[in-house]
């Protein structure tokens, strides 16, 4: 007979590199395989499950949104939906929301929007700046805004002009703005799957700045960095700005599917009823398992209590740097959203990845030779120490036979 891993490569498309488990359950911050064997979720399913798993909060409201109904229409008023759109708006700008089921739903409807508002301007404007390296989601639309080269590959492109700029670049973004009136930029506050790679604040502002200056809209794509995995509700907040459109996903449906825009008043009026839309954007489930992360996070004080425990594992992880700099080059990123490059080859980085998982532990490798970390914000101190210690532990196998060979 056929073992689920075996089954999997039957019939699913391999279009994803897997690791060697079957996950049976999760509870807290610990998934169990079919054998029991337990693990650290250092990984949250890419950054989805912020609270970690069958936290007793997500367990009640989806229950008790189950035993009303799974799934209306758009025709109908969704009362979870309203509450989980009032909670997002008291939680970043002064706007409207518009619901979809994923984070690529997000950047095609942030997309669309750019469109309709680049189309009543009076001047031309046209077209997206994005980061280089920037990762955006993988639908044709959002693809074109995705600028990781094994991504875009060679799949047709709209024909929405991108530009794309060096991050930090300030000097370049004004040339950009100056030289083509685009309507927008999008921007990843920290560069998830481009390797962590945190802006800098001033550099943010800057970017408001000079949206506002050339009248370009400031999009900030929080699918990675909201939902409080920063520090913040959202990221741009610790910069103090405004953005003009936010788009989240990922953390946001406590585990279920869903995604979508913010926009500021000023904008709310750009999208008439027909000129956007889902069936199930965004499901009466998934919004009410929002409320619960919200309730959660904001009002029982667990994004506080995330941010401490977080920056204790930018320490720990910052010692680790200082003693094996050799080994690890840099630590970035920003509260549970850190990346650890490492200056060993790829295939070195996978059996670290491959001995923790074997200890126990799951953490995630992007670009490569960077180990990325995406904890839940219920992650405690003793775990933050027990991963220190066992991540030391293979840092010094790789030392001792680098000094072997
Ligand atoms: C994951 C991600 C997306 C795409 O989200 P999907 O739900 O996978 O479509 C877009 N932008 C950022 C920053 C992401 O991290």
Redesign the pocket.
Known sequence: MLNWMERDQEVIMSTYGRLPIVIERGEGNYLYDEDGKKYLDLFTG??VNILGHSHPDILKALTDQASKFLHISNYFYNKPAIALAENLIASSIKGKVFFAN??????EAALKFVHKWAKEQKEKKQGVVVLKN??????LG?LKLTRQAGVYQDFPVTDVPVYEVEPHDVEALENVFKQFSPAAIVV?PVL??GGIVTLKQDYLRDIASLCKTYGVLCCM?????GVGRTGTFFAYQQAGIEPDVI?F??GIGGGL?L?GIIVAERYAHVFKPGDHGTTFGPSPLSAALGNAVFDVLMKQGQLEKGKLVADELHEQMNVLMEKYSEIITEVRGMGMMLGLVMNVDAGSVKEIQRQLLEDGIMVDVTQQTIIRLLPPLTLTADEVKWFHTKLEEKIQTVVNNNVKS
């Open positions: 890419l950054a994923s984070g690529a739903e997000a950047t920037s990762f955006h989601g993988r639908t959002a990843e998830g799957s794509d929080e699918i990675q960095t788009l996903a990922k599917p995604g």
